[in-house]
C-alpha cells in the first residue's frame, strides 16, 4: 500500500474545510469581555501589539482567506470559546479557573462582524481550548468528506496550535495559514510556528489563494 511521504501536497477543494478559531468578541475586539477587568494601562501593555496585528494585518486577510475559500467552493466553519450552559457548569476545568464564561447566545460568543458566518455555515461552540477535545468537529468534518484542514485564528500558540497537532494526529493534512492568525507578541507567535511546522505545512494567505484560485478581482 502506497502512502504519502510529505505533507507538502496542494489541498483537494471538494475535501477541504477552512477552519476559523476563536475569532469572536469575546477575545478578538477591544471590547471583549475577557479583557473588561483591564485598566487602559494594562489594556495597552499586554495587548497593544495584539491589537495592532489583528486591526491592521490579521482581519484583513482573515476577510480575504474567507472569500477566497468561499469563492472556490471550500467549506468555512467556525469555532468559539461558548458555554452550552448559562452558568457555564460545562466548562472544562481549565476554563473554569481561566475564568472564561461566554453564555449560550451571548454577545460574546458571536463570530465578530468582519468574517460574520454566512446562514449556512457552521459554528461549533467549544468548552475547551483545544476543539478537538469538546465538541464533536472530527465527526462533522468526516461527514463533510473532509481531508485536508486550513486553520486560521487565534491564538496562535495556544488553541491554534491545539487544533493543529490533534487535525495532524486523526489524519488530516493541515494548512495552517500563518498571516491569518496572533498571539500576543511576535516572539510567541513565531516560536509557535517552529514547534508546529512538523505537524502541518504553512502558507501565507497570498499563497494559499493562488494555489485553490480564490483570489477575488479587483
Not at 478578538?28 to 477587568?37: L, S, T, V
Not at 486560521?152 to 500563518?178: S, W
Not at 505537524?199 to 493562488?210: F, I, S, W
Request: with cysteine; charged share 25%; net charge negative.
Amino acid at each position: 500500500m502506497t502512502h504519502l511521504t510529505t505533507r507538502d501536497v496542494p489541498v483537494e477543494i471538494p475535501h477541504t474545510t477552512l477552519l476559523f478559531i476563536d475569532v469572536q468578541n469575546f477575545c478578538a475586539i477591544r471590547e471583549g469581555g475577557e479583557f473588561r477587568d483591564l485598566s487602559p494601562a494594562e489594556f495597552d501593555e499586554k495587548l497593544g501589539y495584539f491589537f495592532d496585528e489583528m486591526e491592521n494585518r490579521v482581519v484583513p486577510n482573515m476577510q480575504r482567506l474567507q472569500a477566497g475559500c468561499r469563492k472556490a467552493g471550500i467549506e468555512v466553519m467556525y469555532t468559539l470559546i461558548r458555554n452550552l450552559t448559562q452558568d457555564g457548569r460545562d466548562r472544562s476545568l481549565d476554563y473554569k479557573i481561566t475564568g472564561f464564561n461566554v453564555p449560550p447566545d451571548s454577545w460574546d460568543g458571536q463570530v465578530i462582524e468582519a468574517i460574520q458566518p454566512l446562514d449556512d455555515e457552521m459554528v461549533i461552540p467549544k468548552t475547551s481550548s483545544n476543539v478537538f477535545v469538546s465538541t464533536n468537529i472530527d465527526y462533522i468534518l468526516r461527514n463533510l468528506q473532509t481531508k485536508y484542514l486550513v486553520v486560521a485564528g487565534i491564538v496562535t500558540d495556544q488553541c491554534v496550535e491545539g487544533a493543529v497537532r490533534d487535525a495532524c494526529d486523526l489524519g488530516y493534512l493541515v494548512t495552517l495559514v500563518t498571516d491569518a492568525c496572533a498571539t500576543y507578541s511576535q516572539e510567541r507567535h513565531d516560536n509557535s510556528l517552529r514547534a508546529i511546522k512538523g505537524y502541518c505545512r504553512q502558507r501565507t494567505v497570498d499563497a494559499l489563494l493562488a494555489e485553490i484560485g480564490g483570489g477575488l478581482e479587483s
